[in-house]
């Protein structure tokens, strides 16, 4: 279990840092006239996604079973279309667009709506148990993260439409690590991933064709630029949804995002190294946020052992269930 949450402490890390990142690229378009996010996020999955698809390769050499290489039916075609849709289009133009608006900081409060939705949604459909000590454990760690934003004075510059638009990415989130849940009791985690990278990648490069401008510096990177994809596509796009969708199979999708709690601290640490904000005493919030995560943690360990289910003991282990 602890490598489980070092997986996911390591996404929450890549999260961060690639907060900084999208603030930086969304104000260079809008006041610079840089690329545009949307031509970014192509850019990304376009490069992600054979990559993806080359490890899901490498891995299939190595199996004594020949596995297959696309979804064996037109209904599991179908939902992995969706994932792409809502995990890789939608939650990713979202948030750059999202940050444009607003800023990095905002962007990464807005996402603490993701274990809510997910244990709203959960609970609903019946996928995971009401437990109180969960439902405690995600209210401590958003009260404080919220403190910290609100501590910091910075939500008044805040477009109201940039936090709708973050909200909606945080809800399509929700949903998509729902329904990947299912999809990975069928199929592996690196192919699952290379897959919803191609359907995601097709509906990017289709709203960069129709409404990104193909005037100016729009479609063109920067030195900087250069860097920060860079960074998107090895990080933020191949390991972290690894990561991710690797985990999922492990834990329910509420522990799974309950974890997005702790980036407004590693957000307001990297903002204060590279950006030179100031540190804000608000940022004690960051206490309860630990202290939440821990109490959805436990719970889940609870869980585990009450039900007799092994938690995986490495990553060593988590690579050899992708292979068998």
């Known amino acids: 279990m602890r490598n489980v949450q070092g997986g996911l402490l390591s996404v929450a890390v890549i999260n961060a840092i690639y907060n900084i990142i999208a603030q930086v690229i969304g104000k260079s378009s809008r006041h610079h006239g840089g690329i545009d996010p949307i031509v970014f996020s192509t850019y990304r999955d376009a490069a992600a996604c054979p990559i993806l698809y080359c490890i899901a390769l490498s891995q299939g050499r190595h199996q004594e079973n020949r596995r297959s290489w696309w979804p064996n039916t037109k209904a599991d075609v179908a939902r992995i279309a969706l994932q792409g849709f809502l995990g890789i289009y ?24 993701l274990p809510v939705f997910a244990a709203a949604i959960g609970m609903c459909t019946g996928r995971e148990k009401f437990k109180w000590s969960t439902i405690l454990g995600v209210c401590l760690a958003i009260l404080g993260a919220f403190c910290m934003k609100v501590g910091t004075g910075t939500a008044k510059g805040d477009s109201l439409l940039g936090i709708v638009v973050l909200l909606v990415g ?38 960069a064709v129709l409404f990104a401008d193909y005037g100016g510096e729009s479609w063109r990177l920067s030195k900087i630029g250069v860097i920060a994809l860079t960074f998107a596509v090895l990080f933020n796009s191949v390991l972290k949804y690894l990561l991710n969708s690797i985990c999922n199979k492990y834990v329910s999708a509420t522990v799974l995002t309950a974890w997005s709690t702790i980036v407004p601290v590693f957000t307001a640490a990297l903002s204060f190294i590279l950006l030179k904000e100031p540190l804000h005493l608000s940022y004690l919030g960051s206490l309860p946020v630990m202290l939440g995560i821990w109490i959805v943690m436990a719970a889940r360990e609870t869980t585990s052992s009450t039900t007799g289910k ?15």
């Open 170 to 207: 945080s809800f399509a989130s929700a949903v998509y690590y729902i329904i990947q849940k299912e999809t990975l009791k069928r199929y592996g985690a690196v192919l699952v991933t290379s897959w919803e990278y191609f359907f995601g990648f097709g509906f990017m490069a289709l709203s």
């Open 310 to 324: 092994a938690s995986p003991a490495s990553y060593k282990h988590l690579v050899e269930s992708e292979q068998n």
């Open 90 to 113: 939608m939650n990713q133009l979202l948030f750059l667009l999202g940050v444009e608006l607003t800023n990095g900081t905002t962007g990464s409060i807005c996402n603490l709506t």
